[in-house]
């Protein structure tokens, strides 16, 4: 008995450690250039802004439109990735993003950055959903939270990358007639196109149509698989309409709305609020916006391990959460330069590691039927906040001349954020223990 526990396990190992090394790399990039064109734009608004004359209204109406495209072409594209196959799914989701995001550059009135800003939301819609289900059947719960964070490191390894870079693309203001934040979004943008191409050569679209896995391996993905849903129990129904009346999905999708529209936000406004807060250079503040990548990195990784060893992903999320709260607040009334900066990479530090803890979470409290259609409800309703809060934060500081008012008012939607961690935390607890852990 014994041996033969040994042997499934080692069988186990292998077949986990072969998914990790053929997978996570592939995906990790994709995500990489994910964030990096949507987000972006923060970095370039340091001059676009300034040379198109835009408010912040604007660009926060602007910087929101990618979500609302995002959220409603989000649930029709997790049906099609379904349809067609991972592989060819995520690499169209590429090349047409990595098009729209060097189309950026050539931006010249509101409407034009509305339209792009709403199509790149459209193209690069079902993404993120759409990973969490393939690796849904990939990852057994027990490896789930490792695999999404070795992935999800991708966030804040943007924010490296980008506040590495940024600075000295925007120095290029000028050169071949361009201005700095044209050469960002095509130097940006491009290599999307390129890496699309990449995913659609060497992504396996399911264990089952691996050809470097062993049979044996295939059957214990297969069985652990098998496992996890006969414990979550059969769904009621798994269409989109019984998504958006299933009290977990809205749960989620509620704590997915006050947690994107928070941290898509900041991460929007970030340059322009150290900027306005600090009095550093825009290269400066590109540096310190890598630190916090980097900080935000290690967190993810350290956070998902210790999510996977003792199960409880919802209770470090909630912990985070509070870390979240706090530093928003500070950021908002700290007169001090040097603790605004400080506040900031607490907030880099937890904000990608938050979602990371959750969406590894939804397939402990989705049966795999509907998860599919669930994931991208979920998400739908967090890009819905991602929408609609950089447009409220940019009317609030046409209003009031300040980021203050915001900052503080984003503290409060924090905290009510943790508050429905917990709730949730206590509802699968109620239903089950949990069943992911494995022995430190």
């Given at each position: 008995?014994?041996?033969?526990?040994?042997?499934?396990?080692?069988?186990?190992?292998?077949?986990?450690?072969?998914?990790?090394?053929?997978?996570?790399?592939?995906?990790?990039?994709?995500?990489?250039?994910?964030?990096?064109?949507?987000?972006?734009?923060?970095?370039?608004?340091?001059?676009?802004?300034?040379?198109?004359?835009?408010?912040?209204?604007?660009?926060?109406?602007?910087?929101?439109?990618?979500?609302?495209g995002y959220a409603?072409?989000?649930?029709?594209?997790?049906?099609?990735?379904?349809?067609?196959?991972?592989?060819?799914?995520i690499a169209r989701i590429m090349i047409t993003w990595g098009l729209l995001s060097a189309g950026m550059m050539f931006v010249a009135t509101p409407m034009q950055f509305y339209a792009l800003r709403f199509l790149l939301g459209v193209a690069e819609a079902g993404f993120y959903p759409g990973v969490i289900f393939y690796f849904s059947g990939w990852f057994p719960p027990c490896h789930r939270s490792r695999a999404v964070s070795r992935f999800f490191i991708a966030s804040p390894l943007a924010s490296v990358a980008m506040g590495g870079m940024s600075g000295w693309l925007l120095a290029l203001d000028g050169t071949?007639?361009?201005?700095?934040?044209?050469?960002?979004?095509?130097?940006?943008?491009?290599?999307?196109?390129?890496?699309?191409?990449?995913?659609?050569?060497?992504?396996?679209?399911?264990?089952?149509?691996?050809?470097?896995?062993?049979?044996?391996?295939?059957?214990?993905?297969?069985?652990?698989?098998?496992?996890?849903?006969?414990?979550?129990?059969?769904?009621?129904?798994?269409?989109?309409?019984?998504a958006f009346r299933n009290p977990r999905v809205l749960l989620l999708g509620a704590i997915g709305f006050l947690l994107i529209a928070v941290i898509t936000t900041v991460i929007l406004n970030a340059p322009l609020i150290l900027l306005e807060a600090t009095a550093l250079d825009p290269k400066s503040i590109g540096y310190l916006v890598a630190l916090g990548g980097l900080l935000g990195a290690a967190a993810i990784l350290v956070l998902g391990n210790h999510a996977d060893r003792n199960g409880d992903r919802w209770g470090a999320a909630f912990r985070c959460g509070i870390v979240l709260a706090a530093a928003v607040l500070i950021m908002g009334l700290s007169p001090s330069p040097l603790l605004t900066?400080?506040?900031?990479?607490?907030?880099?530090?937890?904000?990608?590691?938050?979602?990371?803890?959750?969406?590894?979470?939804?397939?402990?409290?989705?049966?795999?039927?509907?998860?599919?259609?669930?994931?991208?409800?979920?998400?739908?309703?967090?890009?819905?906040?991602?929408?609609?809060?950089?447009?409220?934060?940019?009317?609030?500081?046409?209003?009031?001349?300040?980021?203050?008012?915001?900052?503080?008012?984003?503290?409060?939607?924090?905290?009510?954020?943790?508050?429905?961690?917990?709730?949730?935390?206590?509802?699968?607890?109620?239903?089950?223990?949990?069943?992911?852990?494995?022995?430190?």
């Open positions: 008995m014994a041996a033969n526990h040994r042997h499934v396990s080692a069988i186990g190992r292998s077949a986990m450690g072969k998914a990790f090394w053929r997978i996570l790399p592939l995906i990790l990039i994709a995500y990489l250039f994910a964030y990096m064109d949507r987000v972006n734009v923060s970095f370039a608004a340091t001059q676009m802004n300034e040379d198109l004359r835009f408010s912040a209204t604007i660009y926060g109406l602007g910087g929101g439109l990618f979500f609302l409603l072409f989000e649930i029709p594209s997790n049906l099609m990735l379904v349809r067609f196959g991972a592989r060819r799914w071949g007639g361009l201005h700095g934040w044209q050469w960002l979004f095509l130097v940006q943008g491009l290599p999307t196109v390129v890496f699309g191409l990449v995913v659609l050569r060497y992504l396996p679209d399911a264990p089952a149509t691996s050809a470097w896995l062993t049979a044996d391996e295939k059957a214990w993905i297969e069985t652990e698989l098998a496992r996890e849903q006969a414990r979550i129990g059969a769904p009621a129904r798994h269409d989109v309409l019984g900066c400080i506040a900031y990479l607490a907030f880099a530090t937890v904000c990608f590691a938050i979602p990371m803890l959750t969406s590894s979470g939804w397939a402990e409290a989705l049966h795999v039927r509907e998860l599919a259609v669930g994931a991208a409800a979920i998400n739908t309703l967090s890009q819905i906040g991602a929408f609609l809060a950089p447009y409220g934060w940019g009317a609030a500081k046409d209003a009031t001349g300040s980021f203050e008012l915001a900052l503080v008012a984003f503290s409060v939607i924090a905290l009510l954020m943790s508050a429905l961690i917990l709730v949730l935390r206590h509802r699968l607890r109620g239903h089950s223990a949990p069943a992911d852990a494995v022995p430190a």
